[in-house]
């Protein structure tokens, strides 16, 4: 009988998800069974992805965006903090019923940890930044990745994509595991001049997606749009010089992502490893109000690897911009399956 190892995914936009497709992968791989654990997108779009897997619904934290994303998250704290909660209680009674359960990977599930068994914290955020709260806001976050036995940072040692956001004096038995994409580098024919993918929760996504369908109008070359919409089928279709998909699978994406001059998208950390995994030139857009994407995108630009833009000021004329910028070198990305050792620790009772 394979053992099985819980990954959990949150559900916020579809980075978290996204990233854990090459784990589940090496997992099964290695001869285990993942058993996929999150709520809305998240789940929908594994489920695309790994449909003879086993699932495990979760209790929703019903994060929104709005102007004042500070303000909107302590508003919203009763209701994650109830999530959590449930998650807790869903996890423990999953791994009491099934004595098959060895091991636990949370990202960024703050309830989904057993005492009985190995559980991972995967994140890029040691520090949350947050404004004047910053502080506050990366201690209660520690605080939580020390309930893990072990933290799982997406990033080199050296912190070339994550910057300050994963660099802690503290001991919080965190590993660098890495870049973590679900893309491999092939040379491909560019035969895409612009290609837009679409991110994040609602209602950003929506007024991200009606902000750039509107700039790339009336553009006379090749646009290709990834909208981001998890629907039960995929569907494509045309309007004007632009073509658009509501949603791609890993293996299709990978194709677009290679086949394409230039890539507009967010700077949202995981679709960052996915494009320097693959070597691509890009325009970032970031989620306005939100800090980690403003400073990864402020990072990015810094280091003169791709310009960025606030959404109510992006034209297609400023994709210009991007012949100056050196773009993202490919980098391997292997995923180091000796990180299951831990695994192999035996169940307390």
Not at 297 to 323: C, G, R
Request: charged share 25%.
């Amino acid at each position: 009988m394979k053992k099985k190892i819980i990954v959990a995914p949150l559900n916020w936009g579809l980075g978290h998800a996204t990233r854990c497709v090459p784990i589940i992968n090496a997992l099964i791989k290695e001869n285990y069974t993942p058993v996929i654990a999150s709520d809305g997108n998240a789940l929908k779009f594994l489920k695309h992805e790994f449909s003879d897997l086993e699932t495990l619904v979760l209790p929703s934290y019903h994060i929104k965006y709005g102007k004042n994303l500070k303000r909107n998250l302590f508003l919203q704290l009763p209701t994650i903090l109830k999530a959590i909660k449930e998650e807790e209680r869903v996890i423990a009674f999953f791994v009491a019923k099934n004595r098959d359960v060895v091991g636990v990977i949370s990202d960024n599930r703050f309830g989904v940890r057993s005492s009985k068994i190995p559980s991972v914290y995967i994140t890029h955020q040691l520090n949350v930044l947050s404004g004047f709260t910053t502080y506050l806001t990366s201690s209660i976050h520690q605080k939580i990745i020390n309930k893990f036995d072990t933290c799982w940072i997406p990033d080199n040692s050296s912190s070339n994509f994550s910057g300050k956001l994963s660099i802690s004096n503290r001991k919080l038995n965190q590993k660098f595991i890495g870049v973590l994409s679900r893309f491999k580098k092939e040379e491909l024919e560019q035969k895409i001049a612009v290609l837009v993918i679409i991110s994040g929760p609602e209602p950003n996504r929506t007024f991200l997606e009606e902000k750039l369908i509107a700039a790339f109008k009336n553009d006379k070359r090749k646009v290709v749009f990834v909208l981001g919409r998890i629907e039960e089928a995929q569907k494509e279709w045309t309007n004007n010089n632009c073509t658009f998909y509501n949603f791609l699978l890993s293996e299709e994406l990978e194709k677009k992502i290679n086949s394409s001059e230039v890539i507009v998208c967010r700077s949202g950390y995981s679709s960052i490893l996915d494009v320097a995994t693959l070597g691509k030139k890009v325009f970032f857009i970031p989620t306005k109000n939100q800090p980690e994407q403003e400073y990864l995108a402020n990072y990015l630009q810094k280091k003169h690897i791709a310009p960025f833009s606030k959404i109510e000021d992006f034209t297609s004329e400023k994709l210009k911009e991007v012949e100056r910028y050196a773009g993202f070198k490919s980098i391997k990305n292997d995923f180091n399956s000796d990180l299951f050792c831990l695994f192999h620790r035996k169940r307390k009772l």
